[in-house]
């Protein structure tokens, strides 16, 4: 049974290689190759001429400062697009196209300036607003090499099967029938958490605007009753950006993404896992807003036996990961995320070892509401997934003469309101479900999660 593995990675990476020829069509096409320099002077220099016999032809003005562009000439485009504001103030589209002249000639405050003003106007299309965006994200790097953000939240989680145990006692016990003790069915819990997620983007410096990136993750929980459920866990990933191609704008760009990480989970203030790892991603930015990413990782996982857990050592291995994620704006204030993803699981116990598929979506909308007297930002984020997972072996201790398959489940709907200036309330609400051909491993869970946030 487990020789046809090999077929079933490869129908997975078809799916993958044909999911990521759809992202591409999605993608806007690639600009056409600029005409000869030679031709475009010389339509530069008869622009030029016109735009003295018609000073208010705003057409040939245009026309003049965007050939200007094609052939470098940011001064002289410049030159001419301010010309049109005297004329008109209320040109938007190039109040935009003076902020970009400005930021590729590296006066930021003056590209920042009509960055401001281009989208001041509450009609401004969303593609001028994320185009804007995205150049002032960028600038807010190049006057901060070193950047640092965060996230951290604090508060009480509630699931009805705190446990992930069999919804029934019915179970399979060496390939028989029998019934499982209470205390190992499902059961409820809460349990109040604290987690943190930390990035730090370093400029290197080069032309092409290599960076360096660091993320650093923290949870922390105390169950009110089941408490070999208690827990922490650290995670650490680090790793150049090389930029491949910096694309025509900020915002887009092709990037590679060699990365190192490491995970450390304790149970019970006991040890449990501990993991190493290295994967690479290769990340298409084709236009503001728009990310096609494709990447992978492999790490070595070592589980220690607890005085609760006496044979987690037996989940030692190493873990393989390929995914293909694409995410895009959709309407005024929505994106989508789309992810598909194999993991293989090699494990020193056969019956722990596994291939695992799984597809997930998530939406989110921004809303603008009146919270104290001011307009604060409120994003709703529905979400939804699915795995099939099947493991290698039987395990003996179930049934020795069927291999596990699960398929699971889950919806849910997350969201973040900002109350005042960096803190808000986060609240996620999620339904899991696990189907399985043994019913040991047929569970659902109803999860609600509550905290304030702060960002910084």
């Known amino acids: 049974m487990f020789a046809s593995v090999p077929a079933r990675v490869a129908g997975c990476l078809r799916h993958i290689f044909l999911a990521l020829l759809g992202a591409l069509a999605l993608a806007p096409a690639a600009v056409a190759e600029a005409p000869a320099t030679a031709s475009l002077k010389s339509e530069q220099q008869a622009l030029f001429e016109r735009t003295f016999k018609e000073p208010a032809n705003l057409d040939v003005a245009f026309r003049y400062a965007e050939v200007s562009t094609k052939l470098n000439d940011f001064e002289a485009a410049i030159g001419a697009l301010e010309r049109m504001l005297f004329f008109n103030a209320q040109l938007p589209r190039v109040k935009l196209e003076l902020g970009i002249l400005y930021f ?57 099967n705190a446990t992930a145990g069999p919804a029934g006692s019915l179970v399979r016990v060496f390939g028989f029938d029998g019934v499982l003790d209470q205390k190992f069915v499902k059961q409820p819990d809460w349990n109040v958490f604290t987690q943190a997620i930390v ?98 990782d492999r790490g070595h996982r070592t589980f220690r036996n607890t005085e609760t857990y006496t044979t987690a050592d037996l989940q030692t291995g190493t873990l393989s990961n390929g995914y293909l994620s694409v995410r895009g704006p959709m309407l005024d204030g929505m994106r989508w995320q789309a992810r598909g993803g194999i993991l293989s699981n090699d494990a020193r116990d056969g019956s722990q070892s596994y291939l695992q598929r799984l597809f997930e979506l998530f939406v989110s909308y921004d809303l603008n509401i009146n919270l104290l007297g001011a307009t604060q930002r409120l994003t709703l984020s529905p979400f939804a997934g699915i795995s099939w997972t099947d493991y290698r072996e039987p395990n003996p201790l179930v049934d020795p003469d069927v291999r596990r398959r699960d398929r699971e489940g889950f919806v849910g709907l997350a969201i973040d309101a900002q109350v005042y200036k960096s803190f808000g309330v986060g609240v996620r609400v999620q339904y899991a479900h696990t189907d399985s051909n043994l019913p040991n491993y047929r569970t659902d869970n109803f999860s609600v999660s509550a905290g304030p946030t702060f960002r910084f």
């Open 199 to 296: 990035s730090h983007t370093l400029d290197l410096q080069t032309q092409r605007g290599d960076t360096w990136e660091t993320q650093a993750s923290a949870y922390l929980s105390e169950q009110r009753k089941i408490k070999r459920l208690d827990a922490a866990a650290v995670a650490v990933q680090t790793g150049p950006r090389i930029v491949v191609d910096p694309g025509q704008s900020p915002g887009t760009g092709l990037s590679l993404r060699p990365y190192v990480g490491g995970l450390l989970v304790a149970l019970e203030e006991e040890d449990y896992l501990g993991s190493a790892t290295v994967g690479s991603a290769v990340t298409w930015l084709p236009a503001p807003g728009w990310s096609l990413e494709l990447g992978g």
């Open 104 to 160: 590729r000639l590296g006066s930021y405050e003056m590209a920042k300036s009509y960055f401001a003003s281009a989208i001041a106007d509450a009609s401004a299309p969303p593609q001028v607003r994320a185009t804007v965006q995205a150049y002032l994200d960028e600038i807010e790097k190049r006057l901060s090499p070193s950047f640092l953000a965060g996230f951290v939240q604090s508060g009480v989680r509630y699931q009805t």
